[in-house]
């Protein structure tokens, strides 16, 4: 595994998602922005209708690239897209762990050979889905339960690490070792709406609870000035580091 870790986590926390229906957009956003204050994130229908030449062409402008394709399918195919993605350059990508373990180890053997691996992450429960979508899908435990029995085959499977809700992160911290990667979407800004997020946490609850990186859409792209609601929010990120190392630092003595 790659070995990312809380401690060893550098650059922006903040991955702002660039959902939007059309390259054009995405990139206008993006010049908006600034990649040494955050990262990028595409998802499936920025990426269906931008394909690899957007990512290119954000990578090209500097930012480090999550590709949110959240792939799930039999594992060679998986394996092919993984190693598709690597080299593109993208800086992280994802799988669905309910793919299982044979599919998630394809995928990690297929970008350990790339020249520049990508952080390699599975998807446990979907920030959208409640208590009671997860029984409608036959799911009988909890969220939280499912998330962590997931994210230990996930760990087990050669992952670095998870995307998971926030109100997830403090019962995975508790149950896996602490090299293992957390980015969560759900996060929202004090005053901002939830959308369609049902577990979400504010960006600085989502630091103090153990959050690696945060996953920000519309509460930066929605807005008139998206780099001042990222300077806003990233200096609130920085605040909760803060305190979280030195609450770090006051447990280890």
């Keep these: 595994m790659s070995g990312v870790t809380v401690q060893q986590a550098t650059g922006p926390r903040v991955i702002v998602a660039l959902d939007y229906p059309d390259a054009a957009s995405a ?5 908006r922005l600034d990649p040494s204050r955050c990262r990028v994130k595409v998802g499936k229908e920025l990426f269906t209708r931008g394909g690899p030449a957007l990512v290119e062409q954000l990578i090209g402008k500097g930012f ?4 949110d394709l959240k792939y799930h399918d039999i594992p060679n195919t998986v394996a092919g897209a993984c190693r ?45 889905l409640g208590e009671g979508d997860l ?44 090299a293992f990667c957390l980015v969560t979407p759900g996060i929202r800004p004090v005053g901002a709406g939830a959308d369609d997020q049902v577990r979400v946490m504010t960006p600085g609850d989502a630091i103090l609870s153990g959050s690696d990186y945060l996953v920000i859409g519309r509460p930066v792209t929605a807005v008139a000035d998206p780099l001042a609601a990222l ?5 609130e990120v920085d605040q909760a580091l803060v305190r979280r190392h ?8």
């Design 27 to 31: 990139l206008a956003l993006a010049d």
């Design 64 to 67: 480090d690239l999550f590709l």
């Design 246 to 253: 030195g609450d770090d630092a006051a447990a280890s003595e």
């Design 135 to 178: 029984r409608e899908i036959g799911l009988e435990d909890s969220a939280g339960d499912s998330v962590v029995r997931l994210a230990r085959l996930a760990h087990r499977s050669g992952m670095d690490g998870v995307v998971c809700s926030p109100r997830e992160v403090r019962l995975l911290r508790r149950n896996l070792n602490q």
């Design 231 to 235: 300077d806003a929010i990233t200096a």
């Design 84 to 128: 598709a993605a690597a080299d593109l350059g993208v800086w992280m990508v994802n799988v669905h762990a309910l793919g299982g373990r044979r599919m998630m180890e394809a995928a990690r053997e297929a970008v350990a050979h790339a020249e520049r691996p990508p952080i390699l992450l599975a998807v446990t429960i979907l920030t959208s």
